[in-house]
């Protein structure tokens, strides 16, 4: 199972990106996806998450500037990310819940990470 991130990139404060994350590979099943991020310094935190059925939950820090969305037909999770702070800049990774033919157990998945700055 592999995903692929893309998206990030240099944007002035304000200014809106939007990653993309496709997964692929032996996959039957995927439960929750979601993107995190890592400042320089700093540990991993949770940005947002989507159910396979849509429910969503976001971290206070982006709660009406970020929109997680999917498409389950793709496999691919998105972010929408509207008035962004320097103090969004991070590598950001999506992540997935994943059930591989034949297995009985769901196991996580990680991006490779995109790199978002954003500039005051």
């Known amino acids: 199972v592999q995903l692929q991130a893309s998206g990030g990139g240099l944007v002035q404060a304000g200014g809106s990106l939007r990653l993309s994350c496709a997964a692929s590979?032996?996959?039957?099943?995927?439960?929750?996806m979601g993107w995190y991020r890592q400042a320089p310094g700093k540990q991993r935190e949770v940005v947002a998450t989507?159910?396979?059925?849509?429910?969503?939950n976001y971290a206070d820090s982006v709660k009406g500037r970020f929109t997680v969305s999917r498409d389950n037909a793709k496999k691919t999770v998105y972010l929408q990310m509207n008035s962004l702070k320097p103090e969004d800049t991070a590598v950001y990774y999506c992540?997935?819940?994943?059930?591989?033919?034949?297995?009985?157990?769901?196991?996580?998945?990680w991006g490779q990470g995109t790199q978002v700055t954003v500039s005051s």
């Open positions: 590979g032996s996959i039957f099943k995927i439960n929750d």
């Open positions: 989507i159910t396979n059925s849509g429910g969503t």
């Open positions: 992540n997935a819940n994943v059930l591989r033919p034949g297995s009985v157990y769901f196991n996580f998945y």
